[in-house]
């Protein structure tokens, strides 16, 4: 017969929570191919395999975290602390565009100025580039005093690179103007399709200094001659092709063009030189 303590056990095994079907799983051992791919390692629970897992995913976590933290707060430094130079810019752009438009009164025929844009445009026609360069050709071949064929000659060249300097810079920035209008005939045969620097604000006052240096003209005259420059100027600011800044640039850039001229001011033997090369009687032996 069993003893009393056999008994027991079995009594204790029976009424154990172990021993339920449910919870059978737990007292059997790990297979081979479930406990890590060895047969040589001991026997594990299933509770103790599914324990390395979420450890492997906390220790992969902070590898990553440290990445984004660096990149955040720079970027929203930048975004919310931006430098003085920069504030003063902006500011200082978002002003020009805003008096430019207003003062762009007649940039439409539905403008508030809009009947006097006729007269406005004839105005700043007398300022295109075009225009000073035929009229200038034109005066040369009527003059007959080696000091005229002087002044003019270097009027023309002055012309020349005013345009051409002009155009370079314009390609350069690319700056369209307040109204966003695209560029006339005349404009586009000038290469004055941009706004920024003005060259019909730079062709003025260059003209203006070069003939008020060269001409001696009467107080009266020279007083005409300013205004004339100063509303060219302003007359392409009024039909909406330029900004203010474009105009006080166009200028300050007409102003280094008149002292370029001067520092290579061309003798008149090199003016005669030149007019016998261009009209085919030039000969370097008579």
Same mark, same amino acid.
Request: glycine fraction near 8%; charged fraction near 15%.
């Given at each position: 017969?069993?003893?009393? =303590?056999?008994?027991?056990?079995?009594? #204790?095994?029976r009424?154990?929570?172990?021993?339920?079907?449910?919870?059978?799983?737990l007292?059997?051992?790990?297979?081979?191919?479930?406990?890590?791919?060895g047969?040589?390692?001991?026997? &594990?629970?299933?509770?103790?395999?599914?324990?390395?897992?979420? @450890?492997?995913?906390?220790?992969?976590?902070?590898?990553? &975290?440290? /990445?984004?933290?660096?990149?955040?707060?720079?970027?929203?430094?930048?975004l919310?602390?931006?430098?003085?130079?920069?504030i003063?810019?902006?500011?200082l752009l978002a002003?020009?565009?805003?008096?430019?438009?207003?003062?762009? /009164?007649?940039?439409?025929? =539905?403008?508030?100025?809009?009947?006097?844009?006729?007269?406005?445009?004839?105005l700043?026609f007398?300022?295109?580039?075009?225009?000073?360069? @035929?009229?200038?050709?034109?005066?040369?071949?009527?003059?007959n005093?080696?000091?005229?064929? &002087?002044?003019?000659?270097?009027?023309?060249?002055?012309?020349?690179?005013?345009?051409?300097?002009?155009?370079?810079?314009? #390609?350069?920035?690319?700056?369209?103007?307040?109204? &966003?209008?695209?560029?006339?005939?005349?404009?586009?045969?000038?290469?004055?399709? =941009?706004?920024?620097?003005a060259? !019909?604000?730079s062709?003025?006052?260059?003209?203006?200094k070069?003939?008020?240096?060269?001409?001696?003209?009467?107080?009266p005259?020279?007083?005409?001659?300013?205004?004339?420059? /100063?509303?060219?100027?302003?007359? #392409?600011v009024?039909?909406?092709?330029?900004?203010?800044?474009?105009?006080?640039?166009?200028?300050?850039?007409?102003?280094? !063009?008149?002292?370029?001229?001067?520092?290579?001011?061309?003798?008149?033997?090199?003016c005669?030189?030149?007019?016998?090369?261009?009209?085919?009687?030039?000969?370097?032996f008579?």
């Amino acid at each position: 017969m069993p003893s009393s =303590y056999n008994m027991r056990a079995r009594a #204790r095994e029976r009424n154990s929570v172990l021993s339920r079907p449910e919870f059978l799983s737990l007292n059997q051992p790990l297979r081979s191919g479930a406990a890590g791919g060895g047969g040589g390692g001991p026997p &594990e629970s299933r509770g103790g395999a599914r324990r390395p897992g979420p @450890i492997k995913h906390q220790t992969s976590q902070p590898s990553e &975290e440290p /990445v984004e933290p660096s990149k955040l707060p720079e970027e929203d430094c930048m975004l919310l602390n931006p430098s003085f130079k920069g504030i003063a810019k902006n500011s200082l752009l978002a002003i020009d565009i805003c008096l430019s438009k207003r003062m762009g /009164v007649c940039a439409y025929t =539905y403008s508030s100025w809009g009947g006097c844009r006729s007269m406005v445009s004839l105005l700043a026609f007398t300022g295109h580039g075009i225009t000073w360069i @035929i009229g200038t050709i034109l005066c040369l071949t009527r003059s007959n005093t080696l000091a005229g064929q &002087e002044v003019l000659v270097n009027l023309l060249l002055a012309l020349i690179v005013d345009v051409m300097t002009v155009a370079g810079v314009q #390609r350069l920035v690319k700056r369209r103007g307040p109204w &966003e209008m695209m560029p006339g005939l005349m404009d586009c045969v000038a290469m004055d399709t =941009y706004s920024f620097p003005a060259a !019909h604000a730079s062709r003025a006052a260059m003209v203006s200094k070069f003939l008020l240096s060269h001409l001696v003209l009467a107080v009266p005259l020279r007083i005409l001659l300013v205004l004339w420059a /100063v509303l060219v100027g302003m007359s #392409r600011v009024l039909l909406g092709k330029h900004h203010l800044t474009d105009m006080v640039c166009g200028f300050a850039l007409g102003m280094l !063009h008149f002292s370029l001229m001067e520092t290579v001011w061309l003798s008149s033997s090199t003016c005669q030189t030149i007019i016998s090369i261009s009209t085919l009687s030039w000969s370097p032996f008579f």
